[in-house]
């Protein structure tokens, strides 16, 4: 693969780059190394396998990812994870993205995952927060997190200190890159404008974009309505999919926007192709070789919106089976049922 094919599968499907200069300068030279972080907060949903999908994409390229399972952020943000639930979700975090990776055909053994309280307690990284924490005001730290932690008139410090955090794992984590979704935007730039200022180079920033859920809002794993848990049965896949909100036209398409982002990415890692199971007298069965042709079938109002959510629905039945199996039972079902307590 040479340098120009590494760089379009590496920003393929972004919404945008911050400093495109410098990968274009450190692809040239080797291999890049990014991070993607997450806060152990609630259970993994379907809306994470558009990130997942996307380190396959930096793997292929020959990219070094870290996968960070941000645990001390997941409790600066309002305490989403109380303190002593912190290492359970952080196990439960790390378990389930692997099984999950491993379903979608991404190879798990290339990844590096990273505990980020294993660092951020250090003398050195405590340090820099407070030296960062001495340059950034109130209202720029708010700002940066806006779009990402919880939010109050009255916030507490906690909160205030996440997007810090999240800026100073670039330079602990040794990585070119950071990734996320675009609703991180203001955190990128906070990095970017201030790392700097307290010695440390600027990265590169990866944005995805960022799908709605089944309600047609933001995917969240506190509005049970709108997503499907990674360990959903098949029965309340096929259900929720069923209430998805759904268009017949192709713009803003929430469920067409995810098999494209997801599937057809999916179908081509396993030599799989996107079929459709009508009866006869709807048509007949269907099957896509390209998203493509698939978009074109349903501009054209050839494609009926069930129809076309029952067929995403036999797909995540299919993709998640080993994950639900894996936490079925022994102590995969425990951590769970231990992590999230009613």
Known sequence: MNTKEKKELIIRGLEEVINEAELDKVIKERDLAIYWGTA????????????????????????????????????????????????????????????????????????????????QLSKEYTKDMYRFANIVTNAEAKKAGAEVVKQSENPKMAPLLYPLLQALDEEYLKVDAQFGGSDQRKIFVLAHEYLP????????????????????????????????????????????MKKAFCTDTVENNAILMFTK??????????????????????????????????????????????????AVANVLVDLLDPVRKAFEKGENKKLVEDAYKK
């Open 40 to 119: 152990p907060t609630g259970r993994i949903h379907i809306g994470y396998l558009i990130p997942f999908t996307k380190l396959a994409d930096f793997l292929e390229a020959g990219s070094k990812v870290k996968v960070l399972i941000a645990d001390i952020h997941a409790f600066l943000d309002s305490q989403k994870t109380p303190e002593e639930l912190l290492d359970l979700r952080s196990k439960y975090y790390e378990k389930i993205i692997k099984e999950t990776l491993k379903a979608m055909k991404v190879p798990v053994e290339k990844l590096e995952f990273v505990k980020g309280s294993d660092y």
């Open 197 to 240: 200022k307290i010695g440390y180079k600027q990265r590169i920033h990866f944005m995805n974009p960022m799908l709605p859920g089944l309600t047609g809002d933001k995917m969240s794993s506190s509005v049970e309505e709108s997503k499907i848990d990674l360990l959903d049965t098949p029965e309340i896949i096929q259900s929720k």
């Open 261 to 310: 982002a997801v599937l057809f990415p999916y179908f081509k890692r396993t030599g799989k192709t996107f079929v459709v199971t009508r009866p006869e007298k709807f048509g007949g069965n269907l099957e896509f070789k390209t998203y493509a042709e698939l978009e074109k079938i349903y501009a054209e109002k050839k494609l009926h919106p069930l129809d076309l959510k029952t």
